[in-house]
């Protein structure tokens, strides 16, 4: 299987503690994003990388959130000092330049719960 | 700002029903316009998509028209099968080249044989 595959599927954790997720693209894809989905929403942009290049952030990515990728192959997203709100699914998607606008390739998300 | 109003759900249909599920858009500019759907267990895939006024986007026997007039992108499928089972999400990006999606919140179509 060649699409997108997140690690950890699904993380519990208590609040106050760190929490990484990962993120392989689409081998030949240079752009990743990273987005969340809270239950009953649809997803919400965090995030966009063009190759190693962090070139987009969302208000919604907080001081405690910081996202990574250091070879512009995998993505890290790593929360700090978890809160009860951050219990989403948080999903990673990737795009070659050559697609058209919008024609993002999904992974299946990892699920957190903070207790 | 940009953002998408959708049909709410749950809907269930009858196999080989007609569906039509609403979605309405608010944004500036010229957007394009994206149906996503996310099958039971997997990640969400792209159904189909419209970049500019009264284009049509069509996949898998789903159509979808854009209408600047009515802001609106309306999906719809004249025969639904079981196997369309899944939830389906109206997005926007707001510009040619944009880098995120606005999303609506999903429709949850079930169909029964």
């Known amino acids: 299987d060649t699409g997108v595959s997140q690690n950890p599927r699904h993380k519990i954790t208590k609040r106050g503690q760190n929490v990484t997720f990962r993120c392989d693209p689409i081998?030949?894809?240079?752009?990743l994003y990273w987005y969340r989905q809270t239950l009953g929403q649809g997803p919400e942009f965090l995030t966009y990388?063009?190759?190693?290049?962090?070139?987009?952030k969302s208000r919604l990515l907080s001081d405690r959130f910081s996202a990574e990728r250091p070879k512009g192959s995998f993505s890290t997203l790593e929360i700090q000092r978890t809160e009860q709100g951050d219990s989403a699914m948080y999903l990673c998607?990737?795009?070659?330049?050559?697609?058209?606008?919008?024609?993002?390739?999904f992974g299946e998300g990892s699920r957190l719960t903070v207790l | 700002g940009d953002s998408v109003t959708q049909m709410e759900g749950p809907v269930t249909l009858s196999e080989e029903a007609f569906l039509t599920i609403n979605c309405t858009y608010t944004?500036?500019?010229?957007?394009?316009l994206f149906w996503y759907v996310q099958y039971p267990g997997e990640g969400l895939q792209l159904l189909l998509k419209a970049t500019k006024a009264d284009d049509k986007g069509s996949n898998k026997g789903f159509e979808a028209t854009y209408r600047k007039e009515t802001t609106s992108f309306h999906l719809e499928k004249g025969s639904v099968q079981v196997s369309d089972s899944a939830v389906y999400f109206c997005a926007l990006s707001k510009a040619a080249g944009a880098n995120n999606l606005f999303f609506g919140t999903g429709t949850r179509l079930t169909v029964i044989p």
């Open positions: 998607a990737s795009s070659s330049r050559l697609a058209g606008d919008g024609e993002l390739f």
């Open positions: 990388f063009q190759n190693e290049a962090q070139l987009e």
């Open positions: 081998s030949e894809h240079n752009r």
């Open positions: 944004a500036t500019g010229y957007p394009s």
